[in-house]
């Protein structure tokens, strides 16, 4: 079983080649060259690699993979990339805009998997985006719709608003376990595949690092390098890595790999994984002959269970799958987001009165008709009105109720950045519930959003106006 079927127009390897270091080689301002690293993924695909992952801005690695296209003419390559949008509202211009950017520079006339990243779920142009990649492959631009760094969450929520996503790339590693739980349980259910980055941490999962003293977290390692030091020092620091090495090590020898290939085979072998995707720094460091193996090898129970004994003796990574690239801490090779955004827009349209109230609108068809603010802020006082799962004329969540609560929250956030607070800064919130036999599945999305700030919390059953809504939520904060 070395392919995994995505959908019914996309079946890729179960071990990927990631291009997103060609932005490491290029970071001194040089593009590499495109013949030779296109050549160099011929090699690749030779020894059996057919998949290759790449985003618009991993540096010209959409480039070079149009000229490897373009040059060898293959059939049975899946070219899969990512869009990965500024903060901030995006129009059906910019979305139909940036679609045809990457078919230009990949040479191709439908894109294959179209992998979507948001940086800030309180900004709902996040799902003006999706919603505008739907209409473009409804239209033949692209064959399938994925998500990258996205939390379970609102990944159920896509699904349950009537997007098509067949795969969510996230972080899953030996030191990064937060796919495995409820990440695992929604893809299952929603039959969506994980395609894991970072098993092999950069390369620190390596024999060379056996035994080696703590590097320094600094410009001399490799971007890569940099990001994975977080993880190590986030996920038990290296005394504990140490442990973690030697015991991939033993396994290793009797497998007669690299602990490399024991990392990846570890994860690829996890329920719901469709692949993992192995970094290739191309015509530099290939391993092709060892990265073969992963095809092939199959773990041991006793082995699988070594390994999780280790792990148990280290530090879950704090928060849901992407949380890494919108909330600290940032395990970024930065340490922030200072790589990737310049800032972050305000979710909502503001204005102030001449009482001194400002107000934050969130432009659904209910404030203008019945003349209310999404929130008004007064002093240091932001009073968020009665808000349900209304995105300009979209039911966002569709029947879940959870669903529909996560996206209130999330309004209720953006409303609340909008007027300079943070959702932290909440004190009280008021729930509305059509149906009390679903308070359970909205109570469980409430202490979610709010298991450390707990604010005070009422919850009743009400008739809420509209058929749709299962619920309907109010808020205050105060900024300090």
């Keep these: 079983m070395n392919q995994t079927k995505l959908s019914d127009s996309l079946t890729i390897s179960k071990a990927l080649i990631g291009l997103w270091q060609i932005a490491d080689l290029e970071r001194g301002g040089v593009k590499v060259d495109p013949i030779a690293t296109a050549k160099a993924m011929h090699h690749y695909y030779e020894q ?32 899969l990339t990512k869009w990965v949008p500024s903060p901030g509202r995006v129009t059906p211009a910019q979305i ?44 033949g631009l692209i064959a399938n719709i994925g998500l990258t760094n996205f939390d379970e969450a609102h990944l159920n929520m896509i699904v349950q608003s009537g997007i098509d996503i067949v795969s969510n790339q996230v972080c899953y590693s030996l ?32 024999e060379k690092w056996l035994g080696e003293k703590e590097p320094l977290l600094n410009e001399s390692l490799t971007w890569s390098q940099m990001k994975y030091k977080r993880y190590i020092d986030a996920a038990g620091g290296w005394d504990w890595y140490q442990q973690l090495l030697l015991t991939l090590h033993a396994i290793a020898k009797t497998h007669q790999v690299s602990i490399a290939t024991i990392a990846s085979a570890y994860i690829k072998n996890q329920p719901a994984v469709g692949g993992v995707i192995i970094g290739a720094r191309m015509g530099q460091s290939e391993h092709i002959q060892e990265n073969k ?29 992407g949380d890494e690239y919108r909330k600290p801490p940032f395990l970024t090779a930065s340490g922030d987001l200072s790589h990737h955004v310049k800032e972050v827009a305000s979710p909502y349209p503001t204005i102030q009165d001449a009482s001194g109230k400002t107000k934050a609108l969130s432009g659904t068809s209910w404030e203008t008709m019945a003349g209310y603010s999404r929130a008004v802020r007064k002093g240091n006082r932001i009073l968020v009105s009665g808000t349900t799962a ?13 669903a529909q609560a996560h996206f209130i929250f999330d309004k209720i956030e953006g409303a609340i950045q909008s007027l300079g607070g943070t959702l932290d800064q909440v004190v009280r919130t008021r729930v509305f519930v059509k149906d009390i036999s679903q308070w359970e599945p909205i109570a469980r999305a409430h202490g979610h959003r709010f298991a450390n700030i707990q604010p005070v919390n009422t919850m009743v059953q009400a008739n809420l106006i509209g058929d749709e809504y299962l619920v309907e939520i109010e808020a205050e904060a105060i900024v300090e």
């Design 48 to 79: 059996g690699f057919t998949s290759f992952d790449m985003a618009d801005h991993y540096g010209s690695a959409e480039e070079v993979a149009g000229v490897f296209h373009k040059t060898y003419g293959l059939k049975d390559v899946q070219l």
């Design 175 to 206: 030191l990064d376990q937060r796919a495995a739980q409820q990440m695992t349980s929604t893809c299952l259910k929603h039959n969506i595949k994980i395609l894991a980055f970072g098993t092999v941490a950069g390369g620190f999962f390596s």
């Design 293 to 321: 193996k992963l095809f092939d090898i199959s773990l041991s129970i006793t082995e699988q269970e070594n390994i999780q004994k280790v792990l148990s003796l280290g530090n879950k990574i704090p928060g849901d799958c």
């Design 96 to 139: 139909e805009e940036a679609v045809k950017r990457s078919l230009q520079r990949l040479q191709l006339d439908q894109i294959q998997l179209m992998q979507f990243h948001a940086w800030n779920y309180a900004d709902p142009s996040w799902l003006d985006a999706l919603m505008g990649l739907q209409k473009l492959k409804e239209q």
């Design 390 to 402: 209304t995105h300009g004329t979209h039911l966002i969540g569709g029947n879940d109720p959870a």
